[in-house]
Nanobody, 124 residues
Framework: QVQLVESGGGLVQAGDSLRLSCVAS????????MGWFRQAAGKEREFVAG????????GYADSVKGRFTISRDNSKKTVYLQMNRLKPEDTAVYFC?????????????????WGQGIQVTVSS
């Protein structure tokens, strides 16, 4: 069972930056696609960004494209989400997820392991 632990969340002002990190416990990390999702209060969980096993292909939700960057360091079994120019509407609990295959995906159903989530709050 893959275990994922997120860090780096917090309270920031609009326009600020944050970098989320997610460390995986599995020795198969370099074979798995990874993703970030978020869930705002009273809303459904939504896709934010995904990256394939090698880090060469990535995809983003339209709402974060050009502001957020997903990356990974397989030697550290870590995936990152660099968030720039944050907006109040980015406020949510952010979840790291490991896919059941090497590709990243926009579909939550294709992710078999999830972190506990970390709060990001952006004040206006």
């Amino acid at each position: 069972q893959v275990q994922l632990v997120e860090s780096g969340g917090g309270l920031v002002q609009a326009g600020d930056s944050l970098r989320l990190s997610c460390v995986a416990s599995t020795h198969t990390f370099d074979r798995l696609g990874m993703g970030w999702f978020r869930q705002a209060a009273g809303k459904e969980r939504e896709f934010v960004a995904g990256i394939n096993f090698a880090g060469r292909n990535s995809g983003y939700a339209d709402s974060v494209k050009g502001r957020f960057t997903i990356s990974r360091d397989n030697s550290k079994k870590t995936v990152y989400l660099q968030m720039n120019r944050l907006k109040p509407e980015d406020t949510a609990v952010y979840f790291c997820a490991a896919a059941s295959h090497p590709s990243g995906s926009r579909q939550a159903s294709e992710y078999g392991a999830w972190g506990q989530g970390i709060q990001v709050t952006v004040s206006s």
